[in-house]
T-cell receptor, first 112, second 113 residues
């Protein structure tokens, strides 16, 4: 298994631009999570899906953030418009209870 | 509310020395417990997990952890640290019946040659 695949690995964009981060979970895993990691705030859960349905999006910081999971093998996290304070590493993780999360390698986002 | 505390932000040990990283949790019942490791520029990798049963669990890379219900702790240990163990370590708590884990703030391990 290739694990959880995230793209791109690095993204540099200008303030105000739209950013889309992508995630392919492990086949057969039925839960998917988006996390954000910064030095100041550590790991923050943004949103998670179970069987492609958003269950808890209380961690999404603002309406500028949105996430979708149109099918079991793909999810996106979109930021529109992006701001410098969105700069962080964004991780996707997938899960088949109760084994534990498998994380992707992350997308390092820099908004200038 | 559930919470996870990793009291040590940084720990420095010499190569070959033993290691113990602390993790305390707050939860009304026995949770699922996990330790993850994150090397620079990488995602988090699962080291070990505890669900029930034997309170001493073995993980990858020679790590072990012990669940102590009376102390609400799940400390990670390794008898002899290698330079390649330098990384950040995260403890996480999962509530049975949910999919959501709570992660601690992490402990950054430095290994001296």
């Amino acid at each position: 298994d290739a694990g959880v695949i995230q793209s791109p690995r690095h993204e540099v964009t200008e303030m105000g631009q739209e950013v889309t981060l992508r995630c392919k979970p492990i086949s057969g895993h039925n839960s998917l999570f988006w996390y954000r990691q910064t030095m100041m705030r550590g790991l923050e859960l943004l949103i998670y899906f179970n069987n492609n349905v958003p269950i808890d999006d209380s961690g999404m910081p603002e309406d500028r953030f949105s996430a979708k999971m149109p099918n079991a093998s793909f999810s996106t996290l979109k930021i529109q418009p992006s701001e410098p304070r969105d700069s962080a590493v964004y991780f996707c993780a997938s899960h088949l209870a109760p084994a534990g999360y498998t994380f992707g390698s992350g997308t390092r986002l820099t908004v200038v | 509310a559930q919470s996870v505390t990793q009291p040590d932000i940084h720990i420095t040990v010499s190569e070959g020395a033993s290691l113990e990283l602390r993790c305390n949790y707050s939860y009304g019942a026995t949770p699922y417990l996990f330790w993850y490791v994150q090397s620079p520029g990488q995602g988090l990798q699962l080291l070990l997990k505890y669900f029930s049963g034997d309170t001493l669990v073995q993980g990858i890379k020679g790590f072990e952890a012990e669940f102590k219900r009376s102390q609400s702790s799940f400390n990670l240990r390794k008898p002899s640290v290698h330079w390649s163990d330098a990384a950040e370590y995260f403890c996480a708590v999962g509530m049975p019946g949910t999919y959501k884990y709570i992660f601690g703030t992490g402990t950054r391990l430095k290994v001296l040659a």
